[in-house]
């Protein structure tokens, strides 16, 4: 069956980095977009990267442009989130999500910026 398991999320200082990974099972990873939201407390999900399928084009949230790279590894069947300068103001959530014409979602790993 679909799977999209998220990991690398955790605590860490204002100023820190992490890197999330998300690995796909059970679709053809290499034909869908992936993508990585991230939903606040009290906040509404939204939109923090994206890669197409080649992973020639990426787009970013404002929030994040110069902060984050997303990236893929077709043959791994995995899509990176790297996050560098957190902010308190990133603790979130973090799912990732395949889209082509059905949308898949992960279970999400915690990212929590703190002192």
């Known amino acids: 069956q679909v799977q999209l398991v998220e990991s690398g999320g955790g605590l860490v200082q204002p100023g820190g980095s992490l890197r999330l990974s998300c690995v796909a099972s059970g679709f053809t990873f290499s034909i869908y977009t992936m993508s990585w ?3 606040a407390p009290g906040k509404e999900r939204e939109l923090v990267a994206s890669i197409s399928n080649a992973g020639s084009v990426t787009n970013y949230a404002d929030s994040v442009k110069g902060r984050f790279t997303i990236s893929r ?18 603790t979130a959530v973090y799912y990732c999500k395949a889209r082509r014409f059905t949308d ?10 703190s002192s």
Do not use: E, F, H, I
């Open 37 to 39: 939201y991230r939903q």
């Open 104 to 113: 898949y979602w992960g279970q999400g790993t915690q990212v929590t910026v």
């Open 73 to 90: 590894d077709n043959a791994k069947n995995t899509v990176y989130l790297q996050m560098n300068s957190l902010k308190p103001d990133d």
